[in-house]
């Protein structure tokens, strides 16, 4: 079935530095979403990528998805205080969703 | 402006107990989905609909039942629960393949 695997599963960063996690399917992608889950939190929406190889950014994050969309990346540049918290993956087989296994990010200050 | 609303937010059941978790939104979405949280594993889809009267198997649907009625509602119940169901549960809808809206989580514990 369907998989969707994210690395790495915990990343620790001095505030300030960058940071990057990898998201692959094991399956062709119609379409690549990323959520981020602060601490206690419900997952909440941040971006859609649709196209082979688009990159889309906001502000500090930006965002990619593979030329076979099967991978996507997220980037945050000089991370801060605000941006911990867990980072998923998500991508749409048929009428599943399915999610990889996040990353969570600590920032330290 | 409510969007997706879950009820209870905690809950403690002992083995064997069956209970429903509540899940309404109000954004007239089609697609309904139910996930549960457990660490290192990401979000797992238990039970989804993708309209009033229609509802399908996700990943892990052993132990859960659900129906829906309405497109508002989506229940989700645990018919005899488990210590392995002891989880944090979200509901999520959109329409189409869009954004998933979740609501706030319902956090279960089974002794």
């Known amino acids: 079935g369907q998989q969707v695997m994210q690395i790495p599963q915990y990343q620790h960063v001095q505030e300030g530095e960058d940071f990057t996690t990898y998201c692959n399917s094991s399956?062709?992608?119609?379409?690549i979403q990323w959520y981020k889950q602060r601490p206690g939190g419900h997952p909440v929406f941040l971006i859609q990528l649709v196209k082979s190889g688009e990159v889309k950014k906001q502000k500090r994050l930006t965002f990619q998805f593979g030329e076979a969309k099967k991978n996507s990346s997220l980037h945050i540049t000089a991370t801060q205080t605000t941006d911990v918290g867990t980072y998923f993956c998500a991508g749409p087989a048929g009428n599943q969703f399915y999610f990889g296994t996040g990353t969570s990010l600590t920032v330290i200050p | 402006n409510a969007g997706v609303t879950q009820t209870p937010k905690f809950q403690v059941l002992k083995t064997g107990q069956s209970m429903t978790l509540q899940c309404a939104q109000d954004?007239?979405?089609?697609?309904m989905s139910w996930y549960r949280q457990d660490p290192g594993m990401g979000l797992r889809l238990i039970h989804y609909s993708v309209g009033a009267g229609i509802t399908d198997q996700g990943e892990v649907p052993n132990g859960y039942n659900v129906s829906r009625s309405t497109t508002e509602d989506f229940p989700l119940r645990l018919l005899s629960a488990a210590p392995s169901q002891t989880s944090v549960y979200f509901c999520?809808?959109?329409?189409?393949?869009?954004?998933?809206?979740f609501g706030e989580g319902s956090r279960l514990t089974v002794l």
């Open positions: 954004m007239n979405h089609e697609y």
């Open positions: 399956t062709t992608l119609s379409n």
């Open positions: 999520a809808s959109t329409q189409g393949t869009g954004e998933l809206f």
